[in-house]
Nanobody, 118 residues
Framework: VQLQASGGGLVQAGGSLRLSCAAS????????MGWYRQAPGKRRELVAA???????NYADSVKGRFTISRDNAKNTVYLQMNSLKPEDTAVYYC?????????????WGQGTKVTVSS
């Protein structure tokens, strides 16, 4: 099983980015999916998560600005980030709970860097 994250980059404050994370391999099923972030000198924190039933939860700092979604047919989770702020600057990691031929997850993506300039 492999996770491939993409979509990070440099954006001005107030701008938008959309992150994607696709899982591939001999996957039987996927449960919870989520996005975490780690800013320099800080601990990794949960940004948003979505269950296989579609229930979502968000960190207070991103509520109303970020939206998590998933495409089960593509084994992909997305994070739409709007009204970005400099404090959103971090490396963003996807985390997916996977049941596969290799066993049960969670699996982490390689991280995609988001930089928001003021």
């Amino acid at each position: 099983v492999q996770l491939q994250a993409s979509g990070g980059g440099l954006v001005q404050a107030g701008g938008s980015l959309r992150l994607s994370c696709a899982a591939s391999g001999n996957i039987f099923s996927i449960n919870n999916m989520g996005w975490y972030r780690q800013a320099p000198g800080k601990r990794r924190e949960l940004v948003a998560a979505i269950t296989n039933g579609g229930s979502t939860n968000y960190a207070d700092s991103v509520k109303g600005r970020f939206t998590i979604s998933r495409d089960n047919a593509k084994n992909t989770v997305y994070l739409q980030m709007n009204s970005l702020k400099p404090e959103d600057t971090a490396v963003y990691y996807c985390r997916i709970e996977i049941i596969s031929a290799q066993g049960t997850g969670p699996y982490w993506g390689q991280g995609t860097k988001v930089t928001v300039s003021s």
